[in-house]
């Protein structure tokens, strides 16, 4: 096996991806967009935004915004028309 | 690698091309005869207005702005700007769109009923002073678009002599900066309903909330972006090289947008776009 594979098989195991308290779990459209997230490492709360419930909301640090835009094609072809970051961050 | 000397041509030959359309907007104007323009205070308008003044004379040229809640009061600074600084003849009409029900509802051909409402206002005003044309500042790029504005000047007469001309977008920011106007560079401003996903009703709160969120991302030295609205979540489109600044100052883009009056603050990972609410429309439909 790779090193890169092997960083991909390690990162995968130690994600936990969750579900945003706001959506429903049975929306298989975000079990596949955590999908491609998961084979890609990135480890991030997932949810559907929007009055449309059309805006993939990823919520991970600004840092990770090449890394999903990268993902962007992919994530989309899960049944989202936008692909977003949702950076945590006080509003205040 | 291109050098300096050797794109120099390239140059040279998208002047001359434009120039020569130039000479075919003058030649429209001057079978108008007199003219009444759709201003906005938009890169187009103004370059039409001010060519129009040059070529007919300001008596024989009239500028007029619709006002309405979907205007955005910093293109509306900059057209009061362009007419005080330029001499354009100018007046303004207020517009009631979001009076029609077939408009607040937002469907893809919302732009239909806007701008039957707005030709049919300034039509009127065209009749009552013998203006014997009306035009709008559609260029020969637009076309390529879905705007189904387009349909509703057609209906009602209305021309678009820099479309006719062939002159482009790029053709009229070259000979916008050759005549001075400060507007040659100014990022394309359409009407703040083209912030709200078709479906979502347009209404005057969900649009003084984008225009809040707009005006406080310009304050913090943001320039090519669209605030989107999807109802209690604002989905930000900014240009590349201004995405990262954003990411560098989440905190605070996040903040000056949430007080403008959305729950949910997000950054769109594809940047910005011009037209991006029309992605995922049929093709039928966008050309219709």
Known sequence: ?92 | MTTPDAARPDAEARRAAAEERLRGLESLLDGYGSVLIGYSGGVDSVFLALVACERLGRDNVLAVTGLSDAYPAVQHETALDVVRRFGIPHLEVGTSELADPRYAANPSNRCYYCKTELWSVLGRVARERGLAVVADGSNADDVRDHRPGARAASEQGVRSPLQEAGLTKADIRLLSRDLGLPTWDQPAAPCLASRLPYGLAVTPERLRAVERAEDALRTLGFRAFRVRHHGDAARLELHPLEMVRAAERWPAVRGAVAAAGFRRVLLDVDGYRRGALNEGLPVLERIA
């Open chain 1, 1 to 92: 096996m790779s090193d890169a594979r092997r960083a991909s098989d390690d990162s995968r195991a130690k994600t936990e991806y969750r579900v945003s308290r706001e959506e429903s779990v049975d929306d298989d459209r975000l079990a596949s967009a955590r999908a491609v997230l998961t084979d890609a490492g990135i480890d991030a709360d997932v949810s559907a935004a929007g009055f449309a419930a059309d805006v993939l909301a990823v919520a991970a640090p600004v840092t990770q915004l090449e890394r999903v835009a990268a993902l962007s094609e992919r994530l989309k072809a899960t049944g989202f028309r936008w692909i977003a970051l949702e950076p945590p961050g006080d509003p205040g």
